[in-house]
């Protein structure tokens, strides 16, 4: 049964970072530190990185990272995810993840601007371009996930759109030990998401703090 | 050697609870919800309702309360802690903990209104008022902890000019595994602690998130 997730990075005191984005720095600053432990998870290193040599974390940290590439049959990103903001006139940009990126899957990236067409890359990602509605687009992927999960990957704004829509069933948060102090605030105005989820929490050997919110 | 502590409780989206607040209804709204894990606890139980059945939780949320209630040599609250906010006209007003307040110690309570005489109660306490900075407050209540440690209370108000001060050794922070979306949230302006303090996670049966800020 196709559940809809998504991961987010958040730091102790609610912010996520999306300042300072450019086409140089494209995630913006403090994401190094945001997402330190999880991108020194073994699995990260090697589905992310390729790296086949066994190194990094396998701690909890990195069965979380595992759960995370597993299952999952669609995706759905912001456009400022994929880089249409960055690069808004480059109609050859494919992304900032290589030529075989690691989802696998087909990716619905949710714009306004014109429509693109579908971008088939190797190893079984398609980037596909939509400007309809959210409901719409996650109904598509939904169809196209075939019995496997949808997930969300951002960014904050999507991520936020969808939690305010009630559209996410489980929606995993690695909570980084560090405090930005800027960015983008994860919790404003959004739905009491305790009252319609279950609340897990769990630390890993890194600091990192795991809230699994499920339905 | 003296350390400045304080132990505060928050909710997922770092709010506390300070919405509601009436003489009927002190710690206002929510608190009950913020603070369940915490006064479970055989501890609390036993030191703040006098419990001596031996009823109440024993993991890690007692381990934590066990600390809260050791080596504390005097303590600092805000004026609304203390109920004054509630009770201005009353000088007979001797704060919501009954005839033998859990302190133990002398009690500096924070106030700009007239000055009040010192009340001394059962059990060790006596409440003392003070309208000078809180670095003068700070400096008296150091020397009458006699080498124990001085803990700030609260409110949330007293809380966040003392971490803005930089005048917090040891930051406890309870985080509830709940939502509020709405109060005072905790983190606006604060600096960085991160930056000067050690952060450690731990999670306790009941999912509450111990987070220990250390310098």
Redesign the interface.
Known sequence: MTRVRMDLFVA???YTSTTGQSPENPMGDDWGRLTEAYSATRTFRQNVFGDTTGSGTTGIDDAYAAAFFEGVGAEIMGASMFGLHAFPDDPQWKGWWGDRPPFGAPVYVLTHTAPRPSIPMEGGTTFHFRSGPIEDVLAEAREAAGGLDVRVGGGMGTARAFLRAGLIDDLHLLVA?????RGTRL?DE??????THK?????AES???H?TFTR
């Open positions: 102790l005191d609610g030990p560090i405090m930005l102090g919790w959004l739905p009491g998401l305790d009252l609340v897990r929490t769990e630390v600091g990192t703090i809230l």
